[in-house]
């Protein structure tokens, strides 16, 4: 796995600016802010998806449904009763990861923008993109989380930091 020096996706995420307001929210976990991170993230998803099919091939088509991409997003975000089940922001942005690729809210290019969901996420909340990241490792991830082989929060979690961290290597 060779790393490259920039992931081209990244390029996409860099299109969709926040204000600066609308980036403190992220630093926030009340009702109100945490509907508007799923609002902002929602509408972040349908970018991606766009951009990266128009960018990089696929059918750009119309959404199978805001509202599964809004259940995917919001499912990251969700408290059973003051419990956060997916307290870290690792496990936030696997979550969206998991939801936008096994969900499938788009007609193609799910996997991408999961990825590009869960990296933008990862930015928001102080996790800048990497200087490297292995395309193989972040295509394998997406695949195996997208085709089921993944589905622990944890595992997807962890795959995540070790490609932030600069560790692709799996160790499944």
């Known amino acids: 796995m060779a790393d490259e020096p920039r992931l081209p996706l990244f390029d996409v995420v860099r299109r969709f600016r926040l204000s600066a307001a609308e980036r403190a929210l992220f630093g926030r976990s009340d009702t109100d802010a945490t509907l508007e991170k799923v609002r902002l993230l929602t509408a972040a998803a349908i970018f991606f998806n766009a951009s990266a099919v128009s ?3 696929g059918r750009l ?5 805001r509202g599964l991409v809004e259940q ?3 499912a990251a975000f969700q408290t ?7 307290p870290s ?3 936030k942005a696997a979550m969206l990861l998991r939801g936008i690729t096994q969900g499938h809210p788009f007609n193609d290019g799910n996997q991408r923008t999961g990825f590009l969901l869960a990296a933008f996420f990862l930015d928001l909340v102080g996790h800048s993109y990497p200087p490297r990241l292995s395309v193989a490792g ?4 997406a695949f ?6 993944i589905r622990d ?3 997807i979690a962890a795959a995540l930091e070790r490609l932030w961290m600069g560790n692709a290597r799996s160790e499944r």
Do not use: I, Q
Request: net charge negative; glycine share 14%.
């Open 55 to 57: 960018d990089f091939g």
């Open 61 to 65: 088509a119309p959404t199978r449904g």
């Open 72 to 74: 995917a997003v919001g």
């Open 80 to 86: 059973y009763g003051d419990e956060d089940p997916h």
């Open 89 to 91: 922001p690792f496990e």
């Open 138 to 141: 972040v295509t394998t991830l």
């Open 144 to 149: 195996d989380v997208s085709a089921g082989t």
């Open 153 to 155: 929060v944890a595992v």
